[in-house]
Protein backbone atom coordinates (compact mmCIF):
# COMPACT_ATOMS: atom_id res chain seq x y z
CA UNK A 1 0.00 0.00 0.00
CA UNK A 2 0.97 3.71 -0.95
CA UNK A 3 0.00 6.28 1.09
CA UNK A 4 1.18 9.12 3.20
CA UNK A 5 -2.21 9.80 5.41
CA UNK A 6 -0.48 7.62 8.47
CA UNK A 7 -4.20 7.19 9.90
CA UNK A 8 -5.59 6.13 7.20
CA UNK A 9 -2.80 3.83 6.10
CA UNK A 10 -2.66 2.12 10.02
CA UNK A 11 -6.41 1.58 9.61
CA UNK A 12 -6.26 0.06 6.26
CA UNK A 13 -2.81 -2.07 6.92
CA UNK A 14 -4.74 -3.49 9.81
CA UNK A 15 -7.79 -3.97 8.88
CA UNK A 16 -6.57 -6.05 5.46
CA UNK A 17 -4.53 -7.73 7.90
CA UNK A 18 -7.47 -9.06 10.47
CA UNK A 19 -8.81 -10.13 6.76
CA UNK A 20 -5.61 -12.24 5.96
CA UNK A 21 -3.54 -10.53 4.06
CA UNK A 22 -0.04 -9.46 4.65
CA UNK A 23 0.48 -5.61 3.58
CA UNK A 24 3.51 -3.56 3.45
CA UNK A 25 3.40 0.45 3.27
CA UNK A 26 5.32 3.11 1.86
CA UNK A 27 4.29 6.66 2.55
CA UNK A 28 5.70 8.67 -0.52
CA UNK A 29 5.97 7.73 -4.29
CA UNK A 30 9.75 6.72 -4.46
CA UNK A 31 9.92 4.39 -2.01
CA UNK A 32 6.41 3.00 -3.12
CA UNK A 33 7.85 2.91 -6.44
CA UNK A 34 11.06 1.30 -5.40
CA UNK A 35 9.17 -1.40 -2.77
CA UNK A 36 6.87 -2.62 -5.98
CA UNK A 37 9.76 -3.08 -8.37
CA UNK A 38 11.77 -4.85 -5.68
CA UNK A 39 9.31 -6.58 -4.23
CA UNK A 40 6.86 -9.65 -4.63
CA UNK A 41 3.20 -8.47 -4.59
CA UNK A 42 -0.08 -9.59 -5.65
CA UNK A 43 -1.58 -6.28 -5.22
CA UNK A 44 -0.95 -2.80 -5.32
CA UNK A 45 -3.26 -0.16 -3.19
CA UNK A 46 -2.08 3.09 -4.63
CA UNK A 47 -2.68 6.67 -3.19
CA UNK A 48 -2.72 9.20 -6.14
CA UNK A 49 -1.58 12.82 -4.17
CA UNK A 50 2.16 11.61 -2.91
CA UNK A 51 4.73 12.94 -2.12
CA UNK A 52 8.13 12.85 -4.31
CA UNK A 53 6.26 11.18 -6.90
CA UNK A 54 2.33 11.14 -7.62
CA UNK A 55 0.14 8.21 -8.07
CA UNK A 56 -0.25 8.80 -11.32
CA UNK A 57 3.29 8.52 -12.06
CA UNK A 58 4.07 5.59 -10.01
CA UNK A 59 1.68 3.55 -11.50
CA UNK A 60 2.95 4.36 -15.19
CA UNK A 61 6.70 3.70 -13.88
CA UNK A 62 5.46 0.35 -13.08
CA UNK A 63 3.74 -0.39 -16.10
CA UNK A 64 6.83 0.99 -17.65
CA UNK A 65 8.83 -1.64 -16.08
CA UNK A 66 7.02 -4.31 -17.36
CA UNK A 67 5.23 -5.02 -14.04
CA UNK A 68 1.93 -5.82 -14.60
CA UNK A 69 0.58 -6.74 -10.72
CA UNK A 70 -2.61 -5.73 -10.31
CA UNK A 71 -3.37 -1.86 -9.12
CA UNK A 72 -6.29 -0.02 -7.08
CA UNK A 73 -6.11 3.30 -7.39
CA UNK A 74 -7.86 4.39 -3.67
CA UNK A 75 -7.44 8.34 -3.19
CA UNK A 76 -9.94 11.80 -2.54
CA UNK A 77 -9.70 12.99 -6.39
CA UNK A 78 -12.80 12.07 -7.15
CA UNK A 79 -13.22 13.76 -11.05
CA UNK A 80 -13.81 11.29 -13.95
CA UNK A 81 -10.63 12.63 -15.82
CA UNK A 82 -8.94 11.94 -12.50
CA UNK A 83 -10.26 8.41 -12.88
CA UNK A 84 -9.90 8.32 -16.81
CA UNK A 85 -6.29 8.95 -16.02
CA UNK A 86 -5.94 6.66 -13.48
CA UNK A 87 -6.67 3.62 -16.10
CA UNK A 88 -4.96 5.28 -18.84
CA UNK A 89 -2.20 4.81 -16.81
CA UNK A 90 -2.32 1.37 -16.16
CA UNK A 91 -4.46 1.03 -13.12
CA UNK A 92 -7.22 -1.66 -12.53
CA UNK A 93 -9.66 -0.21 -10.76
CA UNK A 94 -10.52 3.31 -9.05
CA UNK A 95 -11.94 3.60 -5.62
CA UNK A 96 -12.31 7.62 -3.80
CA UNK A 97 -12.09 8.65 -0.48
CA UNK A 98 -14.21 8.17 2.23
CA UNK A 99 -14.83 4.25 1.28
CA UNK A 100 -16.59 1.83 2.47
CA UNK A 101 -14.00 -1.03 4.05
CA UNK A 102 -16.08 -3.76 3.09
CA UNK A 103 -15.76 -2.27 -0.23
CA UNK A 104 -12.46 -2.15 -0.28
CA UNK A 105 -11.81 -5.66 0.65
CA UNK A 106 -14.63 -6.76 -2.25
CA UNK A 107 -12.31 -4.80 -4.76
CA UNK A 108 -9.59 -6.28 -3.30
CA UNK A 109 -10.68 -9.32 -3.40
CA UNK A 110 -12.30 -9.40 -7.09
CA UNK A 111 -8.93 -7.91 -8.31
CA UNK A 112 -7.06 -10.97 -7.47
CA UNK A 113 -9.57 -13.65 -8.51
CA UNK A 114 -9.65 -11.97 -12.04
CA UNK A 115 -5.73 -11.73 -12.55
CA UNK A 116 -5.30 -15.01 -10.61
CA UNK A 117 -3.05 -13.69 -7.62
CA UNK A 118 -1.12 -16.48 -6.14
CA UNK A 119 -2.50 -20.30 -5.64
CA UNK A 120 -4.80 -19.68 -2.71
CA UNK A 121 -4.59 -22.65 -0.13
CA UNK A 122 -7.78 -24.93 0.69
CA UNK A 123 -10.23 -23.52 2.41
CA UNK A 124 -13.14 -25.03 4.77
CA UNK A 125 -16.28 -24.64 6.66
CA UNK A 126 -17.38 -27.79 8.37
CA UNK A 127 -17.43 -30.36 5.67
CA UNK A 128 -17.45 -28.37 3.04
CA UNK A 129 -14.17 -27.41 1.45
CA UNK A 130 -12.92 -25.69 -1.73
CA UNK A 131 -9.57 -25.45 -3.83
CA UNK A 132 -10.15 -21.96 -5.43
CA UNK A 133 -6.98 -23.19 -7.22
CA UNK A 134 -8.75 -25.56 -8.71
CA UNK A 135 -12.17 -24.00 -8.46
CA UNK A 136 -13.46 -27.24 -7.48
CA UNK A 137 -15.54 -28.04 -4.27
CA UNK A 138 -16.30 -31.15 -1.96
CA UNK A 139 -18.89 -31.90 1.13
CA UNK A 140 -17.88 -34.43 2.86
CA UNK A 141 -16.33 -36.98 0.49
CA UNK A 142 -18.25 -35.83 -2.41
CA UNK A 143 -17.55 -33.12 -4.99
CA UNK A 144 -20.07 -30.78 -5.86
CA UNK A 145 -20.44 -29.25 -9.39
CA UNK A 146 -20.73 -25.77 -9.57
CA UNK A 147 -20.89 -23.05 -12.37
CA UNK A 148 -18.46 -20.46 -12.43
CA UNK A 149 -20.60 -18.01 -10.42
CA UNK A 150 -21.36 -20.54 -8.22
CA UNK A 151 -18.19 -21.20 -7.22
CA UNK A 152 -17.59 -17.43 -6.49
CA UNK A 153 -20.67 -16.90 -4.64
CA UNK A 154 -19.30 -19.97 -2.20
CA UNK A 155 -16.12 -18.56 -2.08
CA UNK A 156 -17.28 -15.55 -0.80
CA UNK A 157 -18.73 -16.67 1.80
CA UNK A 158 -16.87 -19.50 2.85
CA UNK A 159 -13.93 -17.13 3.17
CA UNK A 160 -15.73 -15.22 5.93
CA UNK A 161 -17.93 -18.18 7.77
CA UNK A 162 -19.53 -17.61 10.61
CA UNK A 163 -20.10 -13.85 9.44
CA UNK A 164 -23.04 -12.48 8.47
CA UNK A 165 -22.73 -10.64 5.17
CA UNK A 166 -25.36 -8.78 3.88
CA UNK A 167 -27.07 -8.92 0.35
CA UNK A 168 -24.47 -5.71 -1.12
CA UNK A 169 -21.67 -7.29 0.34
CA UNK A 170 -22.22 -10.45 -2.22
CA UNK A 171 -23.17 -8.32 -4.86
CA UNK A 172 -20.45 -6.30 -4.69
CA UNK A 173 -17.88 -8.88 -4.22
CA UNK A 174 -18.54 -11.36 -6.61
CA UNK A 175 -20.53 -9.32 -9.57
CA UNK A 176 -18.77 -6.47 -11.31
CA UNK A 177 -19.15 -3.25 -9.65
CA UNK A 178 -21.26 -2.11 -12.80
CA UNK A 179 -24.22 -4.52 -12.44
CA UNK A 180 -27.25 -2.92 -12.77
CA UNK A 181 -29.71 -5.93 -12.91
CA UNK A 182 -31.87 -7.47 -10.41
CA UNK A 183 -30.08 -7.47 -6.96
CA UNK A 184 -32.49 -10.63 -6.28
CA UNK A 185 -30.36 -12.53 -8.29
CA UNK A 186 -27.81 -12.71 -5.00
CA UNK A 187 -30.87 -15.15 -3.49
CA UNK A 188 -30.92 -16.96 -6.71
CA UNK A 189 -27.80 -18.26 -6.27
CA UNK A 190 -28.01 -18.99 -2.97
CA UNK A 191 -31.13 -21.13 -3.52
CA UNK A 192 -28.48 -23.27 -5.84
CA UNK A 193 -25.61 -23.96 -3.64
CA UNK A 194 -28.68 -24.91 -0.61
CA UNK A 195 -30.13 -27.66 -3.51
CA UNK A 196 -25.77 -28.67 -4.24
CA UNK A 197 -24.61 -28.71 -0.72
CA UNK A 198 -27.74 -29.68 1.79
CA UNK A 199 -28.15 -33.33 2.39
CA UNK A 200 -31.17 -33.30 3.33
CA UNK A 201 -31.28 -33.44 6.95
CA UNK A 202 -33.29 -30.34 6.94
CA UNK A 203 -30.34 -27.86 8.11
CA UNK A 204 -28.59 -25.76 5.90
CA UNK A 205 -24.74 -25.13 5.32
CA UNK A 206 -25.59 -21.12 4.72
CA UNK A 207 -28.04 -19.62 6.93
CA UNK A 208 -30.64 -16.90 6.34
CA UNK A 209 -30.24 -14.13 8.87
CA UNK A 210 -33.34 -12.32 8.04
CA UNK A 211 -33.36 -8.63 7.60
CA UNK A 212 -29.66 -8.38 7.41
CA UNK A 213 -28.61 -11.77 5.40
CA UNK A 214 -26.79 -14.79 5.02
CA UNK A 215 -24.05 -16.58 7.16
CA UNK A 216 -21.97 -19.87 5.83
CA UNK A 217 -21.83 -22.14 8.97
CA UNK A 218 -18.48 -22.64 10.04
Known amino acids: MVEDDVKIATAVKRGLEAEGFAVEVA?????????????????????????KRNGFQVCRDIRAAGDWTPILMLTAKDGKLDEAEALDTGADDYLTKP??????????????RRTGGGSPAPVTAG???????RRQARRGDSDVQLTAR?????????????????KREILAGVWD??????????????????????????????????GVGYRMVP
Not at 99 to 112: G, K, T
Not at 150 to 166: C, N, Q
Open 27 to 51: FDGDNGFWLATEGSYDLIVLDIMLP
Open 127 to 133: DVAIEPA
Open 99 to 112: FSFPVLVSRVRALL
Open 177 to 210: FDFVGDPNIVEVYIGRLRRKLDDGDGSSVIETVR
Open 150 to 166: EFDVLEYLIRRAGEVIA
